[in-house]
């Protein structure tokens, strides 16, 4: 059975509560990624920062200024990183998220699975079908 911990991203960018917008937007476009766990010192997740939240045109004068912490979806969804890829699918379906944080059995960041990682294994046959 295929886990979560063979398909997802396992060296993960995560920014700070204080990451200024512009530098989290050059970030995520260098690193080439659209999203990014918002962890603080002590290595807990706060939320999970996307580039649609950089760009939310509800708020266009409040993002002068901000902060990685202003912006984040403070409801971060989780999977464990030993968890069937199957499982993962349906806790994005259950709650409509692109991206699922991954932990480790400690319960630190392992890494990130994306709908597109559960796309790639069933289009490359490792989840049957």
């Known amino acids: ?18 990451t200024k917008l512009d530098d989290l937007a050059w970030g995520l476009t260098q690193k080439g990624v659209s999203g990014a766990p918002v962890q603080d010192a002590g290595g807990h997740i706060l939320g999970l920062v996307t ?15 901000a902060t990685a912490e202003d912006v984040m979806s403070p409801f971060v969804f989780a999977v464990n990183a030993g968890d069937p890829v199957l499982d993962a699918a349906k806790r994005m379906v259950e709650t409509g998220s692109h991206r699922l944080v991954v932990v480790n059995a ?20 490792k989840l049957g079908g």
């Open 1 to 18: 059975m295929l886990k979560v911990e063979d398909i997802m991203t396992k060296n993960v960018m995560t920014v700070a509560p204080g």
């Open 51 to 65: 580039k649609s939240d950089l760009a939310d045109p509800a708020r266009p004068n409040k993002l002068h200024g």
């Open 106 to 125: 400690e319960g630190h960041l392992a890494g990130i699975v994306s709908t597109m990682d559960v796309v790639r294994a069933l289009v490359s046959g």
